[in-house]
């Protein structure tokens, strides 16, 4: 199963959040934009500060993630997926989740029946608007 996976779905397995994606064990092949890495370990450091994560869990955790990441397949975060998460999408998208969709789009031919991964219900609406099945949200519709 070729999943596009953003970082809702990612930090919720690593962190061992409910409610994790059902369909997880069943991805082969996870894709995301090179920003998952960035928001997961900004996440994880706000964790650290604001709730007192403690290091052993800091580490633990960063390292669940880097691991992951590796194992994906990643877009670059480069001008063509930025002129593309800067134009309009049929729903409302905030900039971050423009460029995981963007990067969802851009790829999508690359990976046989491409579906979206998301915990975020607008990004979710929003991939289901451009056509991809989602996971893990509730999109409406």
């Known amino acids: 199963m070729n999943v596009y996976v953003d970082s809702s779905v990612l930090l919720r397995v690593v962190l061992g959040e409910p409610r994790r994606l059902r369909i997880w064990p069943k991805i082969t092949d996870a894709v995301s934009s090179e920003l998952i890495r960035l928001e997961c370990l900004r996440t994880i450091d706000r964790a650290r500060l604001h709730l007192g994560l403690e290091d052993r869990l800091v580490a633990m955790h960063r390292a669940e993630v880097l691991e992951a990441v590796d194992a ?70």
């Open 72 to 141: 994906f397949s990643l877009v670059p975060l480069d001008s063509i997926v930025l002129e593309r998460a800067s134009g309009p999408f049929p729903t409302m998208v905030g900039s971050l989740d423009a460029i995981h969709l963007a990067s969802a789009l851009l790829i999508q031919e690359e990976f046989e029946d491409l579906q979206f991964a998301t915990h975020d219900d607008q990004l979710g609406i929003a991939a289901q608007a451009t056509g991809f099945p989602v996971h893990g949200a509730s999109p409406k519709g």
